[in-house]
């Protein structure tokens, strides 16, 4: 384990870290100024599949915060990085949404939402757009055989009312009609994370994750070697942590918390 007040690249979860659903939470801004007038970074990371990085962009200016798209490192990177690190596909169907889709065809992956002749492969993200007919085609599609990717693994998308499925949810339902599970691309793989850091030219040991998740913020963190912060604003919580094999570094009751220790750790 590091020194809190030693790291240099925070690894931001976005909903239930830095807010809750449209709501920001108090104490974001007051730490995001902190982190760059110490001339240190952060990053964003999201397992949310459903949007780009450019919605994230106008989410958070909508908030006040103005953020840069190399800020952002969502699970759609990582699944792009991965698929062009692979041979190609000759045809991915895309169960996910327009923008899900829209991104994996701007970086040049062959994609439909229909189940045609050539397909190999299914993709899904979180699909605030479902149907029944994309439930169906993939049946059908996992039944022949095709190889299957999740962008991630989430059970549940926090709303200001609540949870809604995600896209673990429905990778759960496939398997329970095709008895087919996919290889995972997002958190709590540490693909996002290494990107970051990959990115920033920052090395593990001056990271730190911070989310609201042990199965997948601090997972991840742990799984890419890195220190992690568990924070109590969103879906986690104490009894989780006791229950989880997964152990966080540190455990804040939020950013506020972890603000002031990082702080004290620095003076």
């Known amino acids: 384990m590091g020194r809190l007040g030693d790291k240099e690249l925070f690894l931001l979860d976005m909903d239930g870290t830095i807010y809750l659903d449209r709501d920001l939470f108090p104490w974001t801004v007051p730490f995001l100024d902190a982190v760059k007038a110490r001339g240190c970074r952060y990053r964003f ?6 949007k780009s990085g450019q919605d994230y ?41 327009e923008s899900f889709k829209g991104q994996l065809r701007g970086a040049g992956i062959p994609v439909t939402d229909r189940r045609e002749d050539g397909v190999d492969c299914l993709v899904i993200g979180f699909d605030t757009e479902l149907t029944f007919q994309k439930l169906e085609d993939a049946c059908i599609l996992l039944n022949k055989g095709v190889d299957f990717i999740a962008a991630n693994p989430d059970w549940v998308c926090p709303t200001w009312y609540g949870s809604v499925p995600d896209c673990g949810s429905v990778c759960e339902m496939l398997f329970r009609a095709t ?27 001056k990271t730190l994750m911070i989310g609201d998740r042990l ?23 104490l009894d989780d942590l006791e229950a ?11 950013i506020a918390a972890l603000h002031r220790a990082w702080e004290e750790g620095r003076n």
């Not at 997972?219 to 919580?237: C, H, K, M």
């Open 179 to 205: 008895g087919r599970r996919p290889r995972v691309i997002g958190k709590p793989q540490p693909a996002m994370a290494q990107l970051a850091m990959e990115r920033a030219g920052v090395p593990p040991e």
């Open 45 to 50: 990371l999201t397992n949310n599949s459903s």
């Open 244 to 254: 989880s094999e997964v152990k966080p570094t540190w455990v804040f009751e939020n």
């Open 215 to 237: 199965y997948t913020d601090i997972a991840a963190g742990a799984n890419a070697g890195i220190d992690t912060a568990f924070v109590l604003s969103g879906e986690g919580t």
């Open 57 to 97: 962009i106008d989410k958070l200016a909508g908030m006040g915060i103005r953020a840069e798209r190399e800020q952002f490192v969502t699970s759609v990177d990582a699944l792009i990085a991965d698929l062009q690190s692979r041979p190609a596909y000759r045809l991915c169907y895309v169960f996910g949404t």
